[in-house]
């Protein structure tokens, strides 16, 4: 079964899918490290949609956004803002479901800073 979650491990700088999250002591316990404290960990959700080529969104991932019209092609942060998901470019965001067709994942803000336009 797929996660539903996963989370950046601030300590060890390794991101993982989450097994299981036990929020009564506070750990977590993923694929690629063995219990961590919450505290210690970035968790994200998946936003349950996929990209053009089939992967699945995480809050937290660096999309591209094609040409629309007269406008440039856009790089941006995936959020949830006001109960949405966008994708925030640092001036501007996009509600992600009216690209989804279009979006393309990049990669994700801590695995690659780099992407990030802002």
């Known amino acids: 079964m797929k996660s539903m979650f996963r989370a950046w ?3 060890e700088k ?3 899918d989450v097994k299981k999250i036990d929020f009564c002591n506070g750990e977590i316990d993923a694929r690629s490290f063995e219990e961590t404290e919450i505290e210690e960990v970035v968790l994200m959700v998946t936003t349950s949609i996929n990209d053009k080529n089939g992967n699945e969104i995480f809050e937290f991932d660096v999309v591209s956004l094609p040409k629309f019209g007269d406008m440039k092609p856009w790089v941006g942060v995936v959020k ?3 109960g949405a998901w966008v994708v925030d470019t640092g001036n501007s965001t996009m509600k992600l479901w009216s690209v989804i067709e279009e979006a393309e994942i990049l990669g994700n803000m801590f695995e690659n800073p780099d992407l990030i336009p802002y």
């Open 80 to 82: 949830r803002m006001e």
């Open 14 to 16: 390794i991101m993982s």
């Open 9 to 11: 491990s601030k300590t």
